[in-house]
């Protein structure tokens, strides 16, 4: 990639080029790099692998207007959007393919076009970082609570410290898949951090500048940025995954707003089926909410939220000094931590 060799206190737009489409017009990622008073280390932030996924984009393209780049010891590489055919289908993937590019990396150079863009990406921008924070938000009608999601597989398991840095209440632990991001980075050396906040489609305030806070304090924690960052002393390392999903068909009443810890039991949420008649909803284990469903209209079957449950639940404690925060999640939440 250009640009990464540009002086100090520079900033820097490019674009690379992956392929041909039908009419000639060239699939093409844009970028931007932000070179402080030291070369490394090199953090990638990149948005919308999924291209709907907006906040993450608007996250990107905020700090590279707000930041000086003589604030920061060492360089930003930023992709605001990696998968653009996608991001010009405004859906989760691209819509003649129709392919998931986080399980296609580090992509084919000869592979479809998913796969070159993988390709790409990895070989361009990911390989020249140190580290990075992957930017994701909910599939569409799938609000989440920002929270990193740090997966393993059989050979890879992410360093936590990463993920702690994001200084978010929760950090979510599960299984991933073979091809994506973070983990085919991950086997490589280059630790990347995956993202989530809030919905697919819609920008929101809030949610972006917990965005923002959570880049921002990765930086400080590691040294990219002055200040202390601001975070909980002790966060939370659950695995307990629990899709909730309609019990009946009609619409859908939610009783919960993510982040919320809830008991084995509690109602919450309600369908109230067309001839009037209400279902309610219970919690199948003390949990917190990670994730509700945005979209009213349910049938028997859909998800309705994704709930992270207390069983196997691990404190993490902040390694280095930071300025503490409250852990509202944890103060609901510990009486159900053993
Ligand atoms: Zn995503």
């Given at each position: 990639m250009m640009g990464l060799d540009i002086g100090e206190g520079k900033k820097y737009k490019g674009k690379i080029k992956v392929a041909e489409l039908e009419d000639g017009s060239k699939v093409e990622i844009p970028y931007f790099v932000m070179r402080g008073?030291?070369?490394?280390p090199v953090l990638l932030l990149n948005a919308a692998i999924h291209g709907d996924e907006l906040n993450g984009v608007e996250v990107i393209m905020r700090l590279f207007e707000e930041?000086?780049?003589?604030?920061?010891?060492g360089t930003i590489i930023g992709v605001?959007?990696?998968n653009v055919l996608a991001f010009r289908s405004r859906?989760?993937?691209?819509?003649?393919?129709?392919?998931?590019?986080?399980?296609?990396?580090?992509?084919?150079?000869?592979?479809?076009i998913t796969e070159k863009i993988a390709y790409h990406f990895f070989n361009e921008f990911v390989k020249n970082a140190d580290f990075g924070i992957d930017l994701h938000a909910g599939m569409k009608g799938h609000l989440l609570l920002p929270h990193g999601r740090a997966r393993i597989l059989k050979d890879y398991k992410p360093n936590l410290e990463y993920y702690q840095?994001?200084?978010?209440d929760i950090i979510f632990y599960h299984d991933g898949e073979k091809g994506m991001l973070n983990i085919t980075a991950g086997k490589e050396g280059i630790p990347i951090v995956c993202f989530e906040i809030g919905e697919a489609d819609r920008l929101d305030e809030y949610y972006i500048n917990e965005g923002i806070k959570a880049v921002k304090n990765f930086m400080r924690y590691f040294g990219m940025l002055d200040g202390m960052p601001e975070m909980p002393a002790r966060q939370i390392l659950l695995q307990g995954y629990i899709e909730v999903r309609a019990n009946a068909g009609g619409i859908f009443y939610s009783g919960i707003k993510v982040g919320d810890v809830v008991k084995e039991g509690d109602i919450i949420g309600y369908i109230r089926k067309i001839n009037g008649e209400r279902v309610y909803l219970k919690a199948e284990k003390d949990s917190t909410v990670m994730g509700v469903r945005t979209l009213s209209a349910v049938r028997e079957g859909d998800p309705i939220a994704w709930m992270l449950s207390f069983e196997n639940a691990e404190i993490l404690e902040i390694k280095k000094k930071v300025k503490t925060r409250r852990n509202k999640i944890l103060e609901k939440a510990e009486k159900f931590i053993k």
């Open positions: 008073v030291k070369k490394h930041l000086n780049p003589m604030q920061i010891k605001p959007v990696v859906d989760r993937f691209d819509a003649i393919e129709k392919r998931d590019l986080n399980r296609k990396f580090p992509g084919k150079k000869n592979g479809n840095a994001l200084g978010t």
